[in-house]
């Protein structure tokens, strides 16, 4: 009898060894395993790539969870970051209210005023923080609308401008607020003719020629300390040292700053006295003779208060549940106007400045 073999026949998938015998049509088995090798390698195959399948899945899912764990928490970073910035821009709000009520009690009733006499800045306690509320009085400043050349070249040199540039700076001011600016000069300044009348608001000497925006504003320069190091100082700008408000040429001495001091004719050297000299308290109107004494010609440009306009400058810091202070600062600004008796209400917002800048 004679068999042919036949090797791996594949039936279902299956792989098997069988024997076919021509005559009878018999055909047998030749495995002995119960389980073939070739369907062990199949499982093990299947076995693999579904792991591999699960290993792709988790990895992908990680990582769409790292995604949103990030996004989550960066969204909940800004969204904390604004509700502190708002909660800083009511409690600022807050402290320009009551440094504005304290002041018109201390104008009503000047024995029983909180506010110490000539006193720059003030800083109030509240539960949820700490507001700093500093005082600017429009007296501190020199009318841009009346101030005289001279005293705007001098100004223009205090901010650091030489003294041809600082002398066109004044008669390009003075042009702009008698409207004699004549056609306008397409390559220095504006296109749009001058209004020919006082200006209104500060900030329209930033379309004055020559003004740039750090001349306006103000800037930061490199100055060197008492050790010899450098470090950044702020240089003042006009908006700093020129208002629209004011009747007179004098300026407060306990708010001028040096740069106006030296517009109304001070030396460097009284500059400096006057400001050492204000640094260890306010200069009351009983000690301004004192200091008249040394500014020399502008002796009778300076005088001690004057406050029914003023800007009052609040920062506020929050204090967070530990008891220490957030780093996140908000600045605000009001410019407050105390009006005489007679008049509907004592205090008029005249302006309101909902971001500020602050020291």
């Not at 540039?165 to 008669?171: F, G, N, S, T, V």
């Not at 204000?278 to 004494?293: F, H, Y």
Request: neutral net charge; aromatic residues 6%; charged residues 20%.
């Amino acid at each position: 009898m004679t068999w042919r073999t036949h090797s791996c026949v594949r039936r279902r998938h299956s792989c098997r060894r069988s024997a076919f015998h021509p005559r009878t049509g018999v055909e047998k088995s030749l495995d002995t395993a119960p389980k073939s090798a070739c369907a062990t390698g199949n499982r093990r195959g299947r076995r693999g790539s579904a792991l591999l399948a699960v290993l792709w899945l988790s990895a992908a899912l990680a990582a769409i969870g790292f995604s949103l764990a990030t996004t989550i928490h960066g969204e909940t970073e800004r969204t904390s970051t604004a509700l502190d910035g708002l909660r800083s821009y009511y409690l600022a709000a807050a402290g320009i209210d009551r440094a504005a009520v304290e002041v018109l009690w201390g104008i009503q009733n000047p024995a029983a005023s909180t506010i110490p006499q000539g006193a720059t800045q003030v800083t109030y306690h509240f539960a949820s923080g700490d507001v700093r509320v500093e005082f600017i009085p429009e007296a501190a400043k020199l009318n841009v609308n009346r101030a005289s050349l001279e005293d705007l070249t001098r100004l223009g040199m205090a901010l650091g401008l030489d003294e041809a540039q600082a002398d066109a700076l004044a008669h390009s001011i003075d042009q702009a607020r008698t409207g004699a600016a004549g056609p306008p000069d397409l390559t220095q300044g504006p296109s749009f003719p001058p209004s020919a009348a006082s200006l209104q608001e500060i900030e329209e000497l930033l379309s004055v020629p020559g003004v740039t925006p750090e001349l306006f504003y103000g800037t930061y320069g490199p100055q060197q300390d008492a050790a010899g190091g450098m470090h950044l100082t702020r240089r003042p700008g006009l908006v700093d040292c020129l208002s629209v408000y004011g009747r007179g040429s004098q300026v407060d001495v306990n708010t001028a700053s040096p740069a106006v001091l030296a517009a109304v004719g001070m030396n460097p050297g009284a500059i400096a006295a006057v400001v050492a000299r204000r640094s260890a308290g306010p200069i009351l109107q009983e000690q301004l003779g004192d200091v008249t004494a040394m500014a020399g010609e502008a002796a009778g440009r300076l005088r001690v208060g004057g406050h029914s306009i003023v800007t009052m400058r609040a920062t506020a810091r929050l204090r967070l549940d530990d008891g220490h202070f957030s780093d996140l600062r908000r600045t605000v600004a009001a410019m407050v106007k105390y009006m005489p008796p007679g008049y509907d209400a004592p205090i008029h917002i005249l302006r309101w400045y909902d971001t500020a800048w602050s020291d």
